[in-house]
């Protein structure tokens, strides 16, 4: 009588390994099952933002002031630029920082720490200047770090906060989902609180 080409134990062993394979193939089945779901989240998510019509889409600049994180719309921006020497004047409101000189016209420049009362951490290299622009109004804000531009959907802004009031919230257009600010360029540039000459 001929010897079995395979011993019991082996089979033992085989078996074992084959219900290892199998339960690691149903791991993997759970883990692309889970991933898959995270993925339709997602993509639900960024839908949601994004939901309106198109006429709703805001494209807006991104940057920051102090801790926080301020927006407004790309098409009130003429220029950004790092802050470039100013000039102090004399006899303006605190929150004018100074003028300054952008492609060979003076431009004045707004600290909106101050006319927000905001904490105030001093400048530094990092420092740079928006300057939003109308038809008869030309300015530039002091802005700590730009974070680039995006879009959001003006249907998802929420119209006020709490800890939004007084001034900051004159100017508000809305905030985020993500605590951004979201200013009204509009509004700002048609403020004649804003302006630092008599004949503007």
């Known amino acids: 009588m001929s010897e079995p080409l395979i011993d019991d134990s082996a089979w033992v062993k085989l078996r074992e390994r084959l219900a290892g394979l199998e339960r690691s193939l149903e791991r993997n089945a759970l883990e692309d099952d ?20 198109a006429g709703e889409l805001l494209e807006v600049l991104r940057f920051t002031l102090g801790e926080e994180l301020y927006a407004v719309e790309s098409r009130h921006v003429s220029t950004v630029m790092p ?26 420049v707004l600290d909106l720490r101050v006319l927000f ?16 622009r109308s038809e008869d ?19 998802n802004l929420q119209p006020e906060l709490a800890n939004l009031k007084g001034i900051r919230a004159d100017y508000l257009l809305g905030v985020t989902l993500d605590q951004t600010t979201v200013l009204d360029g ?14 503007d």
């Open 34 to 53: 889970h991933e898959e779901l995270l993925l339709q989240r997602t993509r639900q998510w960024a839908r949601s933002e994004a939901r309106g019509d």
């Open 83 to 108: 802050l470039p020497q100013f000039t102090p004047l004399p006899g303006t409101p605190s929150f004018v920082l100074g003028i300054v000189s952008v492609r060979g016209h003076i431009v004045s």
């Open 117 to 132: 009362e905001l904490p105030i951490e001093g400048l530094s290299d990092r420092n740079y200047l928006v300057v939003l």
């Open 137 to 155: 109004m030309e300015f530039g804000l002091l802005a700590d770090q730009i974070r680039g531009i995006g879009q959001l959907a003006q249907s």
């Open 186 to 199: 509009a509004r700002l540039l048609g403020d004649r609180n804003l302006r630092i000459r008599a004949d």
